[in-house]
């Protein structure tokens, strides 16, 4: 199967063209480096000939609030309007558990934004939203470094492994379109704040972590049910301490 992987050279992206290739797929990771770009529709038409499947795993260079909007509204339209043309049966795209709950999230407002475009589409769909990534713990620790500690959000949280992530996405992209939403999400739930001082503390960080339930993330307070799937949800097989393991 020929399934062309938008945003193929990214974190999840370039696990998933792995994956992909190792179950004896024919994945091809499309992106700006390889001359494919989804916001302006450059090299989309001729990546996009003979596929049976195309994965969204693109990111936004700026998550400024318009910027951001504007490249998931585009990317999102283009792809949907170049796989109608070219009769691509399965649209798969990866957005984030929530993403509803948090109204002042510019970076949520945008992925809620994509969905919608893909929703509207002709082409059969899938969409997998996932929690945050463990890889991504670090950025959200800096986002709240102050005065020499790490101010960050004490509502439950519960992240998951890239590599689950891939995992499930390359099941979805090789099964029948959904038509619908499924949730994926780490196999531990705790406050934010032990995750991140767990994660800090891997890498010889020694300043402090407060957990403040009136700081903001991504300008959104949240509280145990924001970020956390709220229904059935997948479950990657990875914990924290063994990742950490191999940090
Ligand atoms: N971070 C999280 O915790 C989280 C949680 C749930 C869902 N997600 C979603 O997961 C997805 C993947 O995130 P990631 O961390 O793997 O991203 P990433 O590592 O930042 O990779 C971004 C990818 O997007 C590509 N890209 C950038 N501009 C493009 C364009 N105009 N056209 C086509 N491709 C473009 C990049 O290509 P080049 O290498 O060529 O620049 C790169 O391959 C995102 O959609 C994100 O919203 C993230």
Do not use: C
């Amino acid at each position: 199967m020929k399934i062309v992987v938008i945003g193929g050279t990214g974190l999840i992206g370039s696990k998933l063209v792995a994956r992909l290739k190792q179950q004896g797929h024919e994945p091809v990771a499309a992106s700006p480096k390889s001359g494919v770009n989804a916001v302006t529709g450059d090299g989309l038409a001729a990546a996009l000939a003979g596929a049976d499947v195309v994965v969204d795993v693109a990111n936004a260079p700026s998550w400024e609030p318009a910027a951001v909007l504007a490249f998931f509204e585009r990317s999102s339209k283009n792809l949907v309007a170049t796989e109608a043309a070219a009769a691509v049966k399965h649209h798969v795209a990866l957005s984030i558990v929530g993403a509803e709950r948090s109204p002042g999230n510019t970076y949520f407002r945008a992925k809620l934004a994509q969905e919608t475009i893909i929703k509207s589409s002709p082409v059969p769909y899938s969409i997998v939203r996932a929690t945050q990534f463990f890889e991504f713990l670090g950025a959200i620790a800096e986002m709240g470094a102050n005065d020499g500690k790490i101010v960050v959000p004490s509502a439950l949280f519960q992240p998951i492994a890239a590599d689950d992530v891939a995992a499930r996405l390359a099941e979805v992209a090789t099964g029948k379109p959904l038509n619908g939403t499924i949730d994926i999400a780490g196999p531990e739930k705790a406050p934010f704040n032990e995750f991140i001082a767990r994660r800090l503390k891997a890498s010889g960080d020694t300043r402090p972590v407060v957990g403040d339930p009136k700081t903001p993330y991504y300008g959104s307070l949240i509280d145990d049910t924001s970020l956390n799937p709220l229904g059935e949800a997948r479950l990657g097989a990875t914990s924290l301490a063994a990742w950490l393991a191999n940090f």
